[in-house]
């Protein structure tokens, strides 16, 4: 059963963007920190970004600070990720997920629900 839905990826060159969008399927997530992850090929799943439900707090991995942007409605439980300055390495499956809670987690076996994926490639 598919919680969440990611949309958005696709091809873009390097230094391009693309706003990735993540809603829910058959829930809401209002109690939740959602998160991000990606996963290159032949690489263990990294953190990207999380938004915390209560006082809109963020948390990103150094490697895309500056660069992504990650928002939420909670009305919606939607959650989107707007990615700036893409770079090649940036290439990878970017998969949405949510946490109960009003913790922050680096960890991808802290999360509850996952979506299905979405590919972002960047070219050079």
């Known amino acids: 059963q598919v919680h969440l839905v990611e949309s958005g990826g696709g091809l873009v060159q390097a230094g391009g963007s693309l706003r990735l969008s993540c809603a829910p399927s058959?829930?809401?997530?209002?109690?939740?920190?959602m998160g991000w992850f990606r996963q290159a090929p032949g690489k263990e799943r990294e953190f990207v970004a999380a938004h915390a439900y209560s006082g809109g707090g963020t948390i990103y991995a150094d490697s895309v600070k500056d660069r992504f942007s990650i928002s939420r409605d909670n009305a919606k439980s939607t959650v989107w990720l707007q990615m700036n300055s893409l770079k090649p390495a940036d290439t990878a499956v970017y998969y949405c997920a949510a946490r109960y809670g009003s913790t922050w987690s680096r960890r991808s076996d802290e999360y509850d629900y996952w979506g299905q994926g979405t590919q972002v490639t960047v070219s050079s």
């Open positions: 058959g829930r809401t997530f209002s109690r939740y920190v």
